[in-house]
């Protein structure tokens, strides 16, 4: 069984030992966000300024090959990949919560996009402008998955100041996606990531029903 | 993780059920062990895991919590999830519905709920 961690960051909490921390009884449904972008880009940390709850950890098993394919011969030895999954949790109100996928975003997880993205409000793509090439990858994809995404630079005290059309055109990105900037290790400027990017998609919302 | 089963073998080779896959953030909790029909809980219809995740969701939690906790790869949480709704020993919270075409609606509640914790 091959195996490839996506671990963003070490030192996450584990999850042994912790005390699971329950939603209250009178939330009726969860809705999701992704935050997705290159290895080592800060996902986790973003994750865990925005969650409640210490980030947790999972694992998603990822047939490599034949996806989507019957496995006629019920041969247990197909190639797989664990993907690790990093996320947290806010409780918006008493009756809805968001949760908050840290999601690899290179190429050979693009199986997992599916599954993932089914469902989710939208996603925050994390950049690293001292290394923004490992972001075109992700960005593709997302065009092509047809997510509503916001651009979030992290930045990095060595991080330059980028004019934004500077950034927007190396980005090649559309005039419709929002560049934020933050901190991702900061709670209120992660928070303020997040109220933005929401703020975006119910703005366009409101204008597709205007049309 | 689950030891050295792997996980084709806890969820008895299946890797889905006839329903679209459970979602990641659906809610789970466990029906009281009152309401249950006693042949499930003497009986050996459910698995280790299957006890596993009905002692863990005494209270409300996602399938992503479940996995977590129990350090089960989320794909094996789904099918028994799945199998405990079945036998009716779970409830579950389906992901809040993106009302209509356009989830305005829920995108207020999101961003009102934001803005409140911030």
């Known amino acids: 069984m091959a195996s490839a961690s996506s671990a963003d960051t070490t030192g996450t909490a584990g999850t042994e030992g912790d005390a699971p921390s329950y939603l209250p009884a009178t939330v009726q449904g969860a809705v999701k966000i992704l935050v997705t972008g290159p290895f080592g880009v800060g996902k986790t940390t973003l994750v865990g300024a925005l969650s409640e709850i210490a980030p947790l950890r999972t694992e998603e098993v990822m047939t490599s090959a034949g996806v989507g394919v019957d496995d006629l011969t019920g041969r247990p030895d197909k190639t797989t990949t664990t993907v690790a999954l990093d996320f947290g949790r806010i409780t918006l109100n008493p009756q809805l919560a968001l949760y908050l996928f840290g999601t690899p975003g290179q190429q050979r997880f693009w199986p997992l996009w599916e599954d993932l993205s089914r469902g989710a409000l939208g996603a925050i793509a994390l950049v690293d402008t001292r290394r923004l090439d490992e972001s075109f990858d992700v960005l593709g994809q997302l065009e092509e998955q047809r997510i509503p995404f916001a651009v979030a630079v992290n930045v990095f005290p060595d991080t330059p100041e980028h004019p934004e059309d500077d950034l927007r055109s190396a980005l090649d990105l559309l005039p419709e996606v929002p560049i934020l900037r933050c901190d991702a290790r900061d709670r209120q400027a992660a928070y303020d990531v997040l109220i933005d990017f929401v703020d975006h998609l119910l703005s366009t919302a409101v204008l597709e029903l205007q049309r | ?118």
């Open chain 2, 1 to 118: 993780m689950s030891g050295p089963v792997r996980p084709y073998v806890i969820t008895g080779g299946r890797s889905g059920t006839n329903r679209p896959a459970l979602a990641i953030e659906s809610l789970v909790s466990a029906v009281p062990a009152a309401d249950l029909d006693p042949d499930l809980r003497s009986g050996d219809t459910l698995n280790r895991e299957h006890q596993r995740i009905l002692a863990l969701c005494h209270d409300l939690l996602s399938v992503a919590e479940v996995a977590a906790h129990l350090r089960l790869p989320v794909s094996v949480v789904r099918v028994l999830v799945d199998d405990l709704w079945d036998l009716g020993a779970v409830q579950v919270r389906p992901p809040a519905p993106q009302a209509d075409r356009l989830p305005t609606h829920l995108l207020e509640e999101v961003l009102v709920g934001l803005r409140q914790l911030r």
